[in-house]
């Protein structure tokens, strides 16, 4: 009996504020939308920095005419001392931390130039002189640079080392601010379902303040009466969150994976899966929202 006057005072409630309710859900869509998309983005950056990460590789830039680092004060690198390179690389001191060591001519670096800007006008500008030979090392371990910069930095025939990490570094950090203010514009929107979502339970107890009167005077309990209240923001919350993790998934699965992955074959994506994994937090955080948020309000608005 208590079950079904609790479902049916949610039935009514919604009903009477239907144009309400439909605004929380709508709010709610939108800011755990953006919530997702957030989380989302960041599982993205985090996997393209595991997948760049491994591919990374060191660049041991060696002398040529004009080079101005001090290593290469007697001119371009002789065959000598490219010979000593590649032995020191293989020396049990290096060895180690290297996985794979690669030597590319100014015409093999001249080549892969015009491959990667073949749609590019700036291919036209360069010549293969202007490129420098160079030992391309993959490291075991990423995060070990340091030790080869410092080993080969200084040593004679070796202009500079640079590491492929500078590169990636710029793009992770827009990357990041784009996640942050993906977060920003979802904070925004759920102070917005906040203020929506208690405006709309204090205008169900007002609407309805004769019938909580009544219930009082036949000695309905406090949970009782609240709960009708309580569970109305909860149903359109989770509406909301539920919306919000279709259309996630919808976009992951059909433009991600579908498109994405396909044009940029070269990339790490993420999943529909991992949509699914976000899904279970936005429906919780949902619920907690608007549980949290009407109880509160109750508590002000409705005096039991």
Same mark, same amino acid.
């Given at each position: 009996?208590?079950?079904?006057?609790?479902?049916?005072?949610?039935?009514?409630?919604?009903?009477?504020?239907?144009?309400?309710?439909? +605004?929380?859900?709508?709010?709610?869509?939108?800011?755990?939308?953006?919530?997702?998309?957030?989380?989302?983005?960041?599982?993205?950056?985090?996997?393209?920095?595991?997948?760049?990460?491994?591919?990374?590789?060191?660049?041991?830039?060696?002398?040529? &005419?004009?080079?101005?680092?001090? +290593?290469?004060?007697?001119?371009?690198?002789?065959?000598?001392?490219?010979?000593?390179?590649?032995?020191?690389?293989?020396?049990?001191?290096?060895?180690?931390?290297?996985?794979?060591?690669?030597?590319?001519?100014? !015409?093999?670096?001249?080549?892969?130039?015009? !491959? &990667?800007?073949?749609?590019?006008?700036?291919?036209?500008?360069?010549?293969? @002189? &202007?490129?420098?030979?160079?030992?391309?090392? &993959?490291?075991? @371990?990423?995060?070990?640079?340091?030790? *080869?910069?410092?080993?080969?930095? +200084?040593?004679?025939?070796?202009?500079?080392?640079? @590491?492929?990490?500078?590169?990636?570094?710029?793009?992770? +950090?827009?990357?990041?601010?784009?996640?942050?203010?993906?977060?920003?514009?979802?904070?925004?929107?759920?102070?917005?379902?906040?203020?929506? *979502?208690?405006?709309?339970?204090?205008?169900?107890?007002?609407?309805?303040?004769?019938?909580?009167?009544?219930?009082?005077?036949?000695?309905?309990?406090?949970?009782?009466?609240?709960?009708?209240?309580?569970?109305?923001?909860? *149903?359109?919350?989770? *509406?909301?969150?539920?919306?919000?993790?279709?259309?996630?998934?919808?976009?992951?699965?059909?433009?991600?994976? @579908?498109?994405?992955?396909?044009?940029?074959? !070269?990339?790490?994506?993420?999943?529909?899966? !991992?949509?699914?994994?976000?899904?279970?937090?936005?429906?919780?955080?949902?619920?907690?929202?608007?549980?949290?948020?009407?109880?509160?309000?109750?508590?002000?608005?409705?005096?039991?």
């Amino acid at each position: 009996m208590r079950a079904a006057f609790v479902l049916g005072e949610i039935g009514h409630g919604l009903r009477r504020n239907l144009t309400m309710v439909i +605004s929380i859900v709508l709010v709610t869509f939108v800011s755990l939308t953006f919530v997702g998309a957030a989380a989302l983005l960041q599982l993205q950056i985090n996997q393209m920095k595991g997948y760049w990460y491994d591919k990374v590789e060191v660049s041991v830039f060696l002398c040529q &005419q004009g080079s101005v680092s001090p +290593s290469c004060a007697s001119g371009a690198v002789t065959t000598q001392q490219r010979e000593a390179i590649t032995a020191q690389l293989r020396s049990p001191s290096f060895a180690p931390y290297i996985a794979s060591a690669q030597f590319e001519s100014s !015409d093999e670096a001249f080549t892969r130039f015009r !491959d &990667q800007f073949r749609n590019s006008p700036i291919v036209d500008s360069v010549t293969a @002189d &202007q490129l420098p030979s160079s030992f391309r090392i &993959q490291l075991k @371990d990423p995060t070990t640079f340091g030790v *080869i910069q410092e080993g080969f930095s +200084s040593t004679p025939g070796v202009d500079t080392v640079n @590491d492929q990490r500078e590169l990636l570094e710029p793009l992770f +950090s827009k990357l990041n601010q784009a996640s942050v203010f993906a977060l920003g514009t979802a904070a925004v929107m759920i102070v917005c379902a906040v203020l929506l *979502i208690a405006t709309t339970i204090r205008l169900s107890a007002f609407s309805r303040r004769r019938e909580t009167s009544i219930m009082r005077l036949v000695g309905a309990s406090r949970s009782v009466i609240q709960l009708p209240f309580v569970l109305e923001g909860i *149903i359109a919350a989770t *509406i909301g969150a539920l919306l919000a993790s279709a259309a996630l998934w919808i976009f992951t699965r059909f433009y991600v994976e @579908d498109y994405l992955s396909r044009e940029s074959q !070269d990339l790490a994506f993420i999943s529909a899966a !991992d949509a699914l994994l976000v899904a279970p937090a936005l429906i919780l955080f949902g619920i907690v929202l608007a549980g949290t948020c009407s109880a509160l309000t109750l508590r002000r608005y409705l005096k039991v």
